[in-house]
């Protein structure tokens, strides 16, 4: 799939080295087609890192994707240059006039907060209201799925005794789900949260859909028929060193931490780790994109 990013942004060399087709604007007006408009918001510390994975997961479809960046106006980015902020991020107060095809939103490092408790909470909740009209389909991960669970259903968040950390089998509870289209029966995929939405308060709401569960780490994937939503739990956007990155970091950081679970070779994280989860995560979002553009209309304001 051709994606269209700006030449400067540092995902595309990393995504040209890996054979992914990216765009420029000379080559996106000649093939004169109307691009879906995808919107990522990134809540991530490490903008850089996660607009790379998932702008690779967006781009391996036969479509033309426009993928426009955003950040929260009212959070000031740490771990970002503001530099790239500015380069490459709008605020979603600079984009909310535009209608998306499609919006993902990641997760953030504030899981064990309250949601009230967050300092963006107001905004992401404005957001949240604004894809109802502005979005024909959302797909949240993590924290950020968690979130928009509990604005939209008021299902809530409940805090582990111990992270859910690793790599982790799952079972596809729906074959016929045009989301699992090609999907395996059972198939691995990386987790990494504090916190967990449980199946029977999912199941409470008639609109919600589960898709695929673990037996070891509960819900992972659940759809939304009524708002063409997606709520992703875990980490299929990972690239294979990410748990390592985290489990290494929270030993320097002395943060108690266990070895991720099946990820190392024979729990030795001085062996390479082996990737399980990245055909699924090409599929899943190839599936996504796919519905995207099977359902949305042409004109996006008319939608």
């Known amino acids: 799939m051709p994606i269209k990013i700006p030449d400067a942004l540092p995902a595309?060399?990393?995504?040209?080295?890996?054979?992914?087709?990216?765009?420029?604007?000379?080559?996106?007006?000649?093939?004169?087609?109307?691009?879906?408009?995808?919107?990522l918001l990134n809540l991530m510390p490490d903008k850089i890192v996660t607009e790379t994975q998932l702008a690779r997961l967006i781009g391996s479809?036969?479509?033309?994707?426009?993928?426009?960046?955003?950040?929260?106006g009212?959070?000031?980015?740490?771990?970002?240059?503001?530099?790239h902020l500015i380069s490459f991020y709008r605020t979603w107060d600079?984009?909310?006039?535009?209608?998306?095809?499609?919006?993902?939103?990641?997760?953030?490092p504030v899981e064990t907060l309250e949601f009230e408790a967050v300092t963006y909470w107001p905004e992401l909740t404005d957001f949240f209201d604004w894809t109802e009209t502005n979005v024909h389909s959302t797909f949240s991960i993590c924290w950020g799925a968690m979130a928009a669970l509990w604005h939209?259903?008021?299902?809530?968040?409940?805090?582990?005794?111990?992270?859910?950390?690793?790599?982790y089998r799952h079972r596809n509870l729906q074959p016929a789900s045009p989301y699992l289209a090609g999907f395996s029966d059972d198939f691995a995929v990386s987790v990494s949260r504090w916190t967990e939405v449980r199946r029977s308060e999912v199941e409470k709401v008639p609109e919600l859909e589960l898709l695929m569960e673990s037996e070891e780490t509960g819900v992972c994937l659940v759809s939304e028929k009524r708002g063409n939503r997606l709520y992703m739990f875990n980490h299929v956007e990972y690239d294979s060193t990410s748990l390592a990155d985290e489990y290494f970091r929270d030993l320097e950081a002395g943060t108690p931490i266990t070895?991720?679970?099946?990820?190392?070779?024979?729990d030795d994280p001085s062996r390479?780790?082996?990737?399980?989860?990245?055909?699924?995560?090409?599929?899943?979002?190839?599936?996504?994109?796919?519905?995207?553009?099977?359902?949305?209309?042409?004109?996006?304001?008319?939608?």
């Open 272 to 303: 390479t780790p082996i990737n399980r989860w990245r055909s699924h995560a090409f599929l899943l979002f190839g599936n996504w994109i796919n519905q995207v553009y099977q359902s949305s209309p042409f004109d996006l304001g008319a939608g």
């Open 152 to 167: 939209f259903h008021g299902v809530p968040k409940h805090n582990l005794e111990a992270k859910a950390f690793g790599v």
């Open 259 to 266: 070895v991720p679970h099946d990820y190392f070779p024979d």
């Open 61 to 72: 479809t036969p479509l033309q994707v426009e993928l426009t960046l955003v950040r929260m």
């Open 94 to 108: 600079e984009v909310k006039d535009r209608h998306f095809d499609g919006f993902i939103v990641t997760g953030a």
């Open 74 to 83: 009212s959070r000031r980015s740490k771990h970002t240059p503001e530099e």
């Open 12 to 39: 595309r060399a990393v995504l040209e080295r890996e054979g992914v087709m990216v765009l420029n604007e000379s080559m996106a007006v000649r093939q004169d087609v109307r691009p879906l408009q995808i919107g």
